[in-house]
């Protein structure tokens, strides 16, 4: 038997039903952490942009408008997705699996939406 031979046989067989337990296990994005870091910086730009139409709807009726949707959906998305995400993995917090990510996801997201909806209800008064 050569060398290349027993590698080859052993690199197969140690690392081929690792690689496929963790996609399957991994939840969005593969290993999980890049899937919920996306998430996650998803749910903080609603944040921010929730942030920016809320003190543009101050200004007067129909101000913001556009970005307080923009807010909303995409708070609403990664609420979603984080939620998903954190179904789909198995482990616990520190795994690698992206649970922190996702769980940071679901609370800027839930900010952002909300942050979205005050500027839309804001925005709709009139003076």
Not at 13 to 30: D, Q, V, W
Request: net charge positive; proline share 2%.
């Amino acid at each position: 038997m050569s060398i290349r031979h027993l590698l080859a046989t052993t690199v197969v067989g140690e690392f081929a039903p690792a690689a496929h337990t963790s996609l399957a296990a991994g939840g969005i994005g593969g290993s999980g952490r890049a899937g919920a870091t996306v998430i996650a910086l998803l749910g903080l730009a609603s944040v921010i942009v929730g942030g920016l139409a809320l003190s543009r709807s101050r200004r007067g009726p129909g101000e913001g408008r556009v970005q307080a949707l923009v807010a909303v959906a995409a708070g609403l998305v990664s609420l979603v997705l984080s939620v998903w995400h954190l179904a789909l993995t198995t482990e616990g917090l520190g795994s690698g699996q992206g649970r922190a990510g996702a769980v940071a996801g679901v609370a800027f997201g839930l900010i952002g939406a909300v942050l979205g909806g005050l500027a839309l209800a804001r925005s709709r008064r009139t003076a």
